[in-house]
Each structure stands twice: as C-alpha cells, then as structure tokens.
C-alpha cells in the first residue's frame, strides 16, 4: 500500500468531510479510495474496457403490447449465458416490471441490456452496470 497527502482548501475539505459522514466512511482514506475506483471504473466504462461487470436493467411495459413478453424472453434465452435471473412484477391491470440481472463481459452485458430497453412496447427502462474485476478467470 502507498501513502500520500494532499492539500485541499478549507471550503473543499470541510465539503468532503461532510460527504464522509454523509456516506458513512470512517475515515478519509476508505473514502479516497472508493472515489478513486469509481472514477477508473467509470472510465473502463466510457471506453467499453469492462473485461467483466454485472448489471441490472429494469424496465416497464404494457404487457397487451402484441408478443412483448414473448420477445423479451426470447431475448434472455438467446442470451442465456448473459443473463443471470428476471423479476416479473405486475404494476396495475397492464403494466409489468422486470428486473433482469446480467453478468458478463461489459460489451456482451451493455450490448443486451440495450436490446432488452430498445424492444417495441417498453415504456422505461435503466441500465446499471457495476466492473467486477477478473470473475470468469476465477469460476471459468
């Protein structure tokens, strides 16, 4: 592990002292350190380097939309190694809510994810992509 110091002004450091309580670190150091990954991962990300990443993609849609939920299953199926598990949830007499978790590499996972929002008859949907380091290396 590698030490280092740096200076902040008053204002910023009272700022993210306030943010360590707020997010509930003990300490600065854990904090730094989380901002840090973030901000690499964030970067893996944006430049589609993700070797690996789960994901959450949640979305709604009107389930009388014509063959949607046979398209969207479909689409898990085809991608079955993608695609870890769905949560079907129905909102009112028409809608439906589903929670698909995938995990893979960021490409594939980002790629499907989109396929899954971009169907004809999904209303909203949202992507969350998380890097998870080296998985497949561990559990090939």
């Known amino acids: 592990m590698q030490r280092f110091t740096i200076s902040l002004e008053d204002k910023l450091a009272d700022q993210f002292t306030a943010w360590i309580k707020r997010h509930g670190y003990d300490n600065r150091s854990e904090a730094v350190r989380d901002l840090v990954r973030g901000k690499l991962a964030e970067e893996s990300m944006e430049q589609a380097q993700m070797p690996y990443c789960v994901a959450s993609v949640v979305y709604v849609y009107d ?3 014509r063959e949607l ?3 969207l299953a479909h689409q898990q199926h085809q991608h079955h190694g993608l695609t870890v ?3 079907h949830v129905h909102l009112d007499d028409s809608q439906c809510l589903e929670v698909t978790l995938l995990r893979g590499a960021g490409a594939e996972v980002t ?3 989109q396929a899954l929002i971009a169907e004809r008859g999904v209303r909203n949907g949202k992507v969350h992509v998380v890097p998870a380091g080296p998985y ?3 559990h090939s």
Do not use: V
Request: aromatic fraction near 0%; glycine fraction near 6%.
């Open 63 to 65: 389930h009388h939309e």
């Open 69 to 71: 939920g046979r398209r």
């Open 85 to 87: 598990s769905t949560l």
């Open 111 to 113: 790629a499907q994810a």
């Open 136 to 138: 497949e290396l561990r």
